[in-house]
């Protein structure tokens, strides 16, 4: 039976491990197969989440040596295991989500139904489930790929929406989109890797939706909390600029060039 690949990345947070996990064994009507990676983290979390799911069915548990980062641990268990599986799809989540019982089932059949390559899910704030948290992404007129529908109700957002890709804390991309284009930039670290592959798709001329039933609570920052900092903001602004530069046309940098000049002496004059 031809399973969907589901990557889960802990570091440093196996309490939010554990319950995503808990959530996700739980789902009906899909089969499925988690990789739990542990991301080098610190006291033993690696060895204590073998212990805890070795006898998981549904798991396979990867031990990594160092901490890859967010994109190239992706980027390693794509080329070393995933690559490899006669599956249609792969899901991505992040370890500090609670899925609803039906999240892939709906991935996956709206993938099929509206024939696209990725689907951004509804993912609502976890501690205020009046608010959402994101529903995919959106490009600016800086360059700037931002979140849709962050901190808005979640009453205005039931109904299926094109986007520029999705997040990918709650995702589902087509396998054979990720072989014709490659999968995530090693350029990245930890943020703006899924703006990134989410244009490049879009430019490559492969199709995101937003699908409202697929249902996923996050508690929002929890993973960027343990690295923020000035660097990480500058390198997240580097990120936009790397993306925006690789991805476009002559022609489209200088039309939007004085919205990008104006954005960012804003930036650094506040």
């Known amino acids: 039976m031809n399973k969907t690949p589901i990557i889960i990345i802990n570091w440093n947070g196996i309490q939010d491990t554990i319950e995503c996990i808990k959530s996700v064994v739980s789902m009906k009507g899909i089969y499925f197969h988690i990789h739990l990676i542990d991301n080098a983290s610190d006291n033993n979390e690696g060895d204590q989440l073998n212990s805890l799911f070795a006898k998981e069915s549904k798991l396979t548990f990867y031990q990594y040596p ?3 980062g967010f994109s190239k641990a992706h980027i390693k268990i794509w080329e070393e295991v995933l690559i490899h599986l006669n599956s249609s799809y792969i899901a991505l989540l992040n370890n500090d989500t609670i899925v609803d019982q039906n999240w892939l089932y709906e991935m996956i059949s709206f993938a099929q139904s509206n024939k696209v390559d990725m689907v951004s ?25 931002i979140p849709v529908g962050h901190a808005l109700s979640i009453h205005d957002y039931n109904s299926h929406q094109i986007n520029m890709g999705a997040c990918a804390g709650a995702s589902l991309y087509r396998s054979s989109m ?20 989410g244009l490049r798709a879009f430019i490559a001329g492969y199709k995101c939706k937003y699908n409202p039933k697929a249902i996923v609570y996050h508690k929002r920052g929890k993973s960027i909390k343990k690295i923020f900092n000035l660097e990480y903001s500058v ?3 580097t990120s936009i600029f790397y993306t925006y530069f690789k991805l ?17 002496i804003l930036v650094f004059l506040i």
């Open 66 to 68: 160092k901490n890859y």
């Open 121 to 145: 899910s509804k993912m609502i704030n976890f501690n205020n489930r009046d608010l959402m948290d994101n529903a995919g992404h959106k490009m600016l007129n800086t360059g700037e790929i």
């Open 178 to 197: 990720i072989k014709k284009i490659g999968f995530f930039d090693s350029f990245f670290s930890t943020g703006y890797e899924d703006a990134e592959f």
């Open 235 to 237: 390198m997240i602004q």
């Open 248 to 264: 476009f046309p002559l022609g489209s940098i200088l039309l939007s060039l004085p919205f990008i000049v104006l954005k960012n």
